[in-house]
Nanobody, 123 residues
Framework: QVQLVESGGGLVQAGASLRLSCTAS????????MGWFRQAPGKVREFVGG????????SYGDSVKGRFTISGDNAGTIMYLQMNSLKIEDTAVYSC????????????????WGQGTQVTVSS
């Protein structure tokens, strides 16, 4: 069973960049499809993007396309979310998640979750 820990959140100004990390223990990302989700106060959880190292598939939510990039290290133990041109509306708790079969935008299909890291974008 894989355990996930996010890091890298913080407070930044609009227009800045931030990189989040999701570190796996008890397994590697190569055995899972990985997703990034975010949830702002009072809002539903939103799919940010996902990656499947096995198939090479990477997908993004519409609100972050062209600004966010997902990647992973060669060992398959760290997944990154590079966030550029951050907007105030990107403020949320960001969580990584894992599931066995293919990237999905549906959070309910992921079996394993990290604790989340707060990203706050100020004006």
């Amino acid at each position: 069973q894989v355990q996930l820990v996010e890091s890298g959140g913080g407070l930044v100004q609009a227009g800045a960049s931030l990189r989040l990390s999701c570190t796996a223990s008890g397994g590697t990302f190569r055995n899972y499809a990985m997703g990034w989700f975010r949830q702002a106060p009072g809002k539903v959880r939103e799919f940010v993007g996902g990656i499947s190292l096995g198939s090479g598939i990477i997908s993004y939510g519409d609100s972050v396309k062209g600004r966010f990039t997902i990647s992973g290290d060669n060992a398959g133990t760290i997944m990154y979310l590079q966030m550029n041109s951050l907007k105030i509306e990107d403020t949320a708790v960001y969580s990584c998640a894992a599931r066995r079969y293919g990237v999905s935008a549906s959070s309910g299909l992921y079996s394993y979750w990290g604790q989340g890291t707060q990203v706050t974008v100020s004006s």
